[in-house]
């Protein structure tokens, strides 16, 4: 501070206006905010994000391949019978929910994941299995359940379902994100309309000034 008062001249050194302006932003933020948390409508219903979703789709172009799985990691030495079980549960489809999937996972498994109705990057799994794809298209269309050993491991997974980099996000993936949207667009529509009423306000009360071009000051008569 000393350093840089023995260097700034007279003018760089008044912060009056700078900081008079930032109590401003502080004070109007502050207001907003209490008039967001009194008043803003929260609710955001189904119907109004379906409707967002399907009125912007380009918006929800996927950067990524997207998977959901189901998959268990187990010790290569694991009981044959048990691995088999785990097998069958993983790769029939109709069992794919069984608790019993859980049960045996949490006993055996060193790692599993079993919620398939959450959506992940591919890359995001193949850090965590393993499998080596080079063409996620083709690999995805021939493979539902993959099995195989690896560095002491056994990695089993099931491939419930994947879309493809640069198609649209399903609705489930986005539907916070959208609801999120639409509140952000309710915020900014009420500060607009606060804004226009405090304007018109102060033009019927002539409580404000309008400075045109030129430091040459202009009453709200004028």
């Known amino acids: 501070i000393h350093q840089a008062e023995k260097n700034l001249d007279k003018e760089e050194l008044d912060l009056k206006k ?4 930032y109590r401003n932003s502080l004070v109007i933020y502050a207001y907003e905010s209490q008039l967001i948390n009194q008043k803003l409508d929260t609710v955001v ?3 109004e994000i379906t409707a967002y979703y399907e009125q912007n789709k380009e918006e929800f172009q996927l950067r990524n391949t997207m998977v959901r799985v189901a998959y268990v990691v187990v010790n290569e030495n694991l009981d044959n019978k048990q691995k088999d079980l785990f097998k069958k549960l993983l790769s029939d489809r109709d069992t794919l929910l069984l608790q019993n999937i859980d049960i045996q996972a949490n006993y055996y ?9 959450h959506w992940m990057r591919l890359d995001e799994l193949t850090n965590i299995i393993p499998i080596e794809i080079f063409n ?7 493979n539902k359940f993959v099995c195989f050993d690896m560095n002491d491991y056994t990695y ?3 491939f419930v379902e994947y879309l ?3 198609s649209t996000s399903p609705l489930e993936m986005v539907r916070n994100n959208i609801r999120s949207v639409i509140l952000a667009h309710r915020k900014q529509a009420m500060i607009n309309k606060m804004q226009e009423a405090v304007y018109e306000k102060a033009k019927k009360e002539h409580a404000f000034e309008v ?12």
């Open 164 to 166: 493809l980099e640069e």
């Open 109 to 117: 498994a060193v790692k599993s994941h079993l919620d398939i109705d």
């Open 136 to 142: 996620a298209e083709s690999f995805l269309k021939k």
């Open 211 to 222: 400075y045109v071009g030129s430091p040459t000051l202009y009453n709200a008569d004028n």
């Open 45 to 47: 219903s189904e119907d």
């Open 18 to 21: 700078q900081m008079e302006e």
């Open 156 to 158: 089993m997974v099931r």
